[in-house]
């Protein structure tokens, strides 16, 4: 595990905005396209605004979801509206080059196949492996939309619908996570920061303690 630590949120940003261009640089040079997941919540929002005036080249960067609660894309509780109003909206980017969740006029359960069926044909139904996933925690220890103690921690899919008391979810898993080239766990907070490190890393039942640590870049503050 890589452990990028910052002493306040700005100096984490320019850290991780810094990362990506390299990223992104060695894929055009590879002439090869870059495949970033995005995080939803709270916790991304200064970075994703930071990304609007930070050069970033967006020609070759293509922007999934972790996960998204089954609501409108104009909903505030969405985390597509979340991307496009703090990013999407002011930055060159081609639609083609954005593949969010379907919430709208379709069931949860074809939503899910159809992100699946998405996901597969971009990656010409060979291995998934995205370049980089982003990922936020919950205070429990969730990433995406996978759970404590839930059965998706143990259960090998592309996508999939979650039922929770707040929302329906759809969430992509935890081995395609771990199947990424890169994971970045986003702890812009001392909060955040100090909770990962007090969770028990032998507690399986935890999702944040199931990724794979020679993959993890954890962003935190000291």
């Not at 002493?7 to 396209?33: S, T």
């Not at 954005?98 to 291995?127: C, D, L, M, R």
Request: include cysteine.
């Amino acid at each position: 595990m890589k452990i990028i630590k910052k002493r306040n949120e700005i100096a984490l940003i320019n850290e991780f905005i810094k990362i990506l261009k390299i990223e992104a640089i060695k894929k055009k040079k590879a002439k090869k396209r870059l495949s970033f997941v995005l995080t939803g919540g709270p916790s991304p929002k200064r970075l994703y605004k930071k990304m609007v005036s930070s050069k970033i080249d967006w020609s070759n960067i293509d922007l999934f979801w972790g996960d998204e609660r089954f609501v409108s894309n104009k909903s505030i509780n969405s985390n597509y509206k979340l991307v496009n109003d703090c990013l999407l909206k002011k930055i060159k980017i081609n639609k083609k080059n954005i593949f969010p969740f379907k919430t709208s006029n379709i069931e949860i359960n074809k939503a899910a196949v159809y992100y699946k069926k998405k996901i597969q044909k971009y990656f010409k139904k060979g291995q998934i492996h995205f370049d980089i996933f982003l990922l936020g925690m919950g205070n429990d220890g969730h990433i995406v939309s996978i759970f404590p103690n839930s059965k998706e921690l143990r259960e090998n899919f592309i996508t999939k619908p979650i039922n929770r008391k707040d929302f329906k979810r759809l969430t992509l898993s935890l081995n395609l996570i771990n199947e990424s080239k890169k994971i970045f766990l986003w702890l812009n907070s001392k909060t955040k920061s100090s909770i990962f490190k007090k969770f028990n890393k032998a507690d399986k039942n935890i999702p944040v303690n199931k990724l794979k640590r020679k993959k993890l870049y954890c962003f935190l503050i000291n």
